[in-house]
């Protein structure tokens, strides 16, 4: 008999987690390619859980569905076209109020969501406590608290997509605006039934109207027809008139406005007698007068011991090569009755070049532990944001500053980092 397959869509903000889980899921099924006519990398996996085969792909990290960078669109195409069975929406439990505005939009989105509240233990260790089951009836979706980097919660997750994959009729929850907002956005959804009733059949309803009241219309592949335009421009400048905001900004202040009411109903702080060396971290390394010190001192740190450790190696090696290997050769072809010339190039320049390419490993090696061990620790990404402003004069972004960082190893990876940058223009003037 076979098996039911399962369309499994991974989402979630960046630093949930959320690749960690993944591992933790898929294992060594784990396929890393690229997104169609993007250098974003792609994940997938496939793999046998019960009596099911699970397809999981792992979208792009975003903090929205807004369609504005390219990991936006990428997600919201995927989405909207591909229809997966259902989403594992990875959350950090730590910050539970941020990582909810994706989670609404998922639900705009009119997709079954499963919620992985991971870094569940952290959470328990800072005294935040989360009633999960109260967050499951209020976004009528599946939520399990889980623990990628413990291994906890796995098999509940998968267990709570195959409760949600078979249930006949699938959940979809509609978070209603207040009025009379709302109500604006009932008569633009009838107006689209009378003039291009088309679009309902290929887009999920809220999703749709909300995102032509932001002007957020690349996911629509058939023109929007002019007298619906219309329609939608005067109630843009009606919401200007009586909210005196833009129609963007309002939307954002509503989802927020039902994230605070369900944040507040489910979650609890308790006051713990810990230090939390984390925020104490941040305070010091992200602290406006110490923070650039502390980062020159390790950047400083970072190369001096890079070059005093790969240092005893290089030698050794253009030690080895050169009074050793080369002589050798050398010697070997001169006994074969090799002409002068070819001896040369042999063992000046086949051995030479590659020798001078060599003596570099220690120190790419070393280099490369290093900036491994200040990224798992963190620092990295708040360097990146040390670094944020001074890069805006440079009409780039403090993530520009990671490749850079990195083309001191070697460029070709450095190049490659660039993939992770928004625009085109950024990661141009970042090469």
């Not at 009586?242 to 009411?261: A, G, K, M, N, Q």
């Not at 507040?264 to 713990?272: A, I, L, R």
């Not at 070997?332 to 590659?354: D, N």
């Amino acid at each position: 008999m076979s098996s039911k397959v399962i369309k499994v869509a991974v989402a979630g903000n960046p630093n949930t987690g959320k690749t960690t889980l993944i591992n933790a899921i898929a294992g060594t099924n784990l396929h890393v390619g690229n997104w169609p006519g993007v250098t974003i990398e792609k994940k997938e996996a496939k793999f046998r859980y019960k009596d099911y085969e699970i397809h999981l792909i792992d979208l792009p990290g975003t903090y929205s569905l807004s369609n504005n960078s390219e990991e936006e669109k990428i997600a919201v195409d995927f989405l909207i076209k591909e229809k997966p069975d259902v989403v594992i929406d990875v959350v950090d439990s730590t910050n539970l109020e941020r990582n909810l505005y994706l989670t609404v939009q998922l639900l705009e989105l009119e997709l079954p969501v499963v919620i992985a509240l991971n870094m569940w233990d952290e959470a328990v260790a800072k005294g935040i406590e989360i009633d999960y089951k109260k967050l499951e009836k209020l976004l009528c979706v599946r939520a399990v608290p889980t623990s990628a980097v413990k291994g906890e919660g796995i098999n509940q997750l998968l267990d709570a997509v195959i409760e949600i994959f078979n249930r006949k009729e699938k959940p979809v929850c509609v978070l209603h605006f207040e009025d009379p907002l709302e109500e604006e956005i009932k008569k633009i959804l009838r107006q689209i039934e009378e003039i291009q009733p088309v679009l309902l059949d290929l887009y999920p309803k809220r999703y749709l109207v909300l995102s032509l009241i932001e002007g957020n219309e690349s996911f629509i592949d058939i023109p929007v027809n002019e007298k619906l335009q219309q329609i939608i421009q005067q109630f843009r400048q009606n919401i200007k008139k009586l909210y005196h905001r833009d129609p963007v900004t309002l939307i954002v202040e509503e989802r927020y406005s039902i994230i605070i009411s369900i944040y507040e109903q489910v979650v609890k702080k308790h006051p713990v007698k810990s230090v939390d060396i984390t925020f104490l971290l941040d305070k010091l390394f992200l602290h406006k007068v110490l923070g650039l010190p502390i980062f020159f001192v390790l950047m400083w740190l970072l190369f001096e011991f890079t070059f005093e450790l790969s240092s005893p190696y290089v030698d050794w090696l253009d030690s080895v090569l050169s009074s050793f290997v080369a002589p050798a050769v050398s010697q070997f072809l001169s006994s074969m009755g090799a002409s002068e010339w070819f001896r040369s190039f042999v063992s000046e320049g086949i051995i030479g070049g590659v020798g001078f390419v060599l003596v570099f490993v220690p120190v790419l090696f070393f280099l490369y532990v290093f900036m491994a061990f200040l990224e798992g620790s963190g620092y990295m990404a708040r360097a990146a944001f040390l670094m944020d402003r001074f890069m805006s004069f440079l009409g780039l972004s403090g993530k520009s500053f990671i490749p850079m960082i990195i083309g001191f190893g070697c460029n070709v990876p450095a190049v490659y980092a660039t993939r992770t940058l928004e625009n085109p223009k950024e990661k141009i003037l970042t090469v």
